[in-house]
């Protein structure tokens, strides 16, 4: 199971506890002001801010809290003012990561961010080190509940879609980032709920980690580093055997 599709089924997993949903709501209202900052509150001319808001939507957030983090955005409200800064380096067994953050303070970050990888048997790595390594995607996801592969594969066919695959409870729509707004309204138009919807970084080639003892180690800093406060996402080409994620930890 390849680095993206398998951490992202492991942290839908950890974002169903409370905690960890306000998290959840915690990197959305970063990213939605950031948007919003960045390309004016209107989301019609803003396809970011309108990504941001999707996946604030299908993560059950209340509008209220929408519409203050544009407006903190635009500063119409009071806000912290956040800085976009991505880290590439190496974990364990040689992994790619791309760690994207969003910081009121680039120093305290880089700093923490260094050693949680120095901790976790990683290194920081120079800019465009693994970046080159991932593709921008868009990946809407949708409960196996609402529809079947075949139905999808129907409608979504002639929407520039590369990839429809089943992850456990999901099926995972992977499309280039302009078709995004397309796979919507088609799912839309007949009543398919959308799961979660967001753009990413896939990567083109994966690293087999098949030694558990590094396995371990490679999930337990996708862990630490996903959990710190200023990181938004985390990307990685590792490539697990579920047997050996079961029985990691």
Not at 203 to 226: C, F, G, Y
């Amino acid at each position: 199971m390849s680095g993206h599709s398998k951490w992202a089924t492991i942290r839908r997993k950890k974002e169903k506890t409370d905690a960890a949903r306000g998290k959840v709501f915690t990197r959305l209202i970063k990213e939605i002001s950031v948007a919003a900052r960045a390309g004016g509150g209107d989301e019609t001319g803003n396809p970011r801010l309108r990504t941001a808001v999707m996946a604030a939507k299908a993560a059950n957030m209340p509008a209220a809290n929408i519409d203050r983090a544009i407006k903190k955005g635009t500063g119409e409200l009071p806000g912290i003012v956040y800085e976009e800064v991505a880290y590439e380096g190496y974990g364990p067994g040689g992994v790619a990561l791309l760690i994207t953050t969003l910081t009121d303070n680039r120093n305290r970050t880089v700093s923490e961010v260094r050693h949680l990888l120095g901790k976790g048997g990683g290194s920081l790595g120079e800019t465009g080190s693994v970046n080159w390594m991932f593709e921008r995607k868009s990946l809407t996801t949708i409960s196996v509940e609402r529809t079947t592969e075949d139905d999808l594969l129907e409608l979504l066919l002639d929407h520039g879609v590369d990839d429809i695959r089943q992850e456990g409870d999901l099926f995972e729509v992977v499309c280039d980032p302009e078709n995004m707004d397309i796979v919507k309204n088609a799912l839309d138009s007949v009543g398919i709920e959308i799961a979660s919807a967001e753009v990413t970084m896939i990567p083109q080639s994966n690293i087999k980690v098949e030694d558990p003892k590094t396995a371990d180690s490679v999930l337990r800093l996708m862990e630490d580093l996903d959990d710190h406060d200023d990181v938004q996402q985390v990307y990685s080409n590792f490539d697990i055997d579920d047997e050996i994620i079961n029985s990691a930890g």
